[in-house]
């Protein structure tokens, strides 16, 4: 079946931001698997080297590699939705799978999370979904970044909770458990689970978000929104805070360099901010060492040489 220009752009950006969450042995090696094109060497990054491997491929090689990175068709071949209204823009999109009787602790960690440039689908299973209502799950099931399960006792007597894990396991995607006195079992066992019992939603949320910045789907991504949150602080703590997480970054890319230097030079909530424009500078040092001895010689002009200015 053909695809119009506008799908076959739909589904090289969807396929570009599933894959680009790799390495890049396991992107050649998807690619190669489904007989597409790969290079050695690459001066870009990851979405752009997808993106070109990708021009000119058939329509019939986009919609298998799509539908292998989890992409989900309707109809006629026409893709659902990239950007659904529930996922806050920019956000890394976690689904949170929960029994009804829980959704009040649900609602306060998707709440939490936020501050971590988390965003959470809570899907209120004490519905009686409606067809409307279960295309909404699966819509955020089909564009969540990953899982997150909270095990409370009955959870596996739910008839929504283990489809929903399930449904990610599927496509993919990384599976997160809290132990609410539910040990995580079947295929479960084998991820990531944190103690829930008695913890408070804030460090709860920290936890997951550490999870999820070192874990290698979600690092690049979570790395992004981390460096995205700082430059967009709206107040001094805001932007103290924001360095913190920005401090725990484990990818790191030359961009986010230049994004953190620009910021505490041009936010002033960032630039007026105690202690921060040093931080930041201290971490692009230790980072890109390269970068920030140029932009050094860019600030030292009118200046004594031997003064270090923290940008």
């Given at each position: 079946?053909?695809?119009?220009p506008?799908?076959?752009?739909?589904?090289?950006?969807?396929?570009?931001?599933?894959?680009?969450?790799?390495?890049?042995?396991?992107?050649?090696?998807?690619?190669?698997?489904?007989?597409?094109?790969?290079?050695?060497?690459?001066?870009?990054?990851?979405?752009?080297?997808i993106?070109a491997?990708?021009?000119?491929?058939?329509?019939?090689?986009?919609?298998?590699?799509?539908?292998?990175?989890?992409?989900?068709?309707?109809?006629?071949?026409?893709?659902?939705?990239?950007?659904?209204?529930?996922?806050?823009?920019?956000?890394?999109?976690?689904?949170?799978?929960?029994?009804?009787?829980?959704?009040?602790?649900?609602?306060?960690?998707?709440?939490?999370?936020?501050?971590?440039?988390?965003?959470?689908?809570?899907?209120?299973?004490?519905?009686e979904?409606?067809?409307?209502?279960?295309?909404?799950?699966?819509?955020?099931?089909?564009?969540?970044?990953?899982?997150?399960?909270?095990?409370h006792?009955?959870?596996?007597?739910?008839?929504?909770?283990d489809?929903?894990?399930?449904?990610?396991m599927?496509?993919?995607?990384?599976?997160?458990?809290?132990?609410?006195?539910?040990?995580?079992?079947?295929?479960?066992?084998?991820?990531?689970?944190f103690?829930?019992?008695?913890k408070?939603?804030?460090?709860?949320?920290?936890?997951?978000f550490?999870a999820?910045?070192?874990?290698?789907q979600?690092?690049?991504?979570?790395?992004?929104?981390?460096?995205?949150?700082?430059?967009?602080?709206?107040?001094?703590?805001?932007?103290?805070?924001?360095?913190?997480?920005?401090?725990?970054?484990?990818?790191?890319?030359?961009?986010?360099?230049?994004?953190?230097?620009?910021?505490?030079?041009?936010?002033?909530?960032?630039?007026?901010?105690?202690?921060?424009?040093?931080?930041?500078?201290?971490?692009?040092k230790?980072?890109?060492?390269?970068?920030?001895?140029?932009?050094?010689?860019?600030?030292?002009?009118?200046?004594?040489?031997?003064?270090?200015?923290?940008?």
């Amino acid at each position: 079946m053909a695809l119009t220009p506008s799908q076959r752009i739909a589904l090289i950006k969807e396929i570009s931001t599933r894959l680009s969450g790799e390495n890049w042995s396991f992107i050649d090696l998807t690619l190669e698997e489904f007989g597409l094109p790969t290079q050695d060497s690459w001066g870009g990054n990851y979405d752009s080297y997808i993106i070109a491997m990708l021009k000119g491929v058939s329509d019939t090689s986009l919609i298998d590699l799509a539908q292998h990175c989890g992409f989900v068709f309707e109809g006629e071949v026409k893709p659902q939705g990239i950007d659904p209204p529930f996922w806050h823009s920019g956000m890394l999109r976690l689904f949170l799978s929960h029994l009804a009787a829980h959704r009040v602790e649900a609602a306060q960690l998707q709440s939490a999370l936020l501050r971590y440039g988390i965003s959470c689908f809570v899907a209120h299973n004490d519905i009686e979904p409606t067809a409307e209502w279960l295309v909404q799950i699966e819509t955020a099931l089909s564009t969540c970044d990953g899982l997150l399960a909270l095990f409370h006792p009955k959870f596996h007597e739910s008839q929504w909770t283990d489809q929903e894990i399930g449904f990610g396991m599927g496509r993919g995607v990384p599976i997160l458990a809290v132990q609410y006195g539910q040990p995580p079992y079947g295929f479960v066992e084998r991820f990531q689970a944190f103690a829930g019992t008695d913890k408070t939603p804030e460090v709860l949320a920290k936890e997951i978000f550490r999870a999820l910045i070192k874990h290698k789907q979600t690092q690049r991504r979570m790395s992004e929104v981390a460096v995205s949150l700082f430059e967009q602080s709206s107040s001094f703590q805001e932007a103290k805070d924001r360095m913190t997480l920005v401090e725990e970054v484990g990818h790191w890319e030359p961009a986010f360099s230049l994004r953190l230097l620009g910021a505490a030079k041009n936010n002033g909530q960032v630039s007026a901010a105690f202690g921060v424009p040093e931080r930041a500078a201290a971490l692009v040092k230790k980072r890109t060492p390269d970068i920030y001895a140029a932009e050094q010689v860019k600030a030292k002009k009118g200046f004594d040489p031997d003064d270090e200015i923290p940008f």
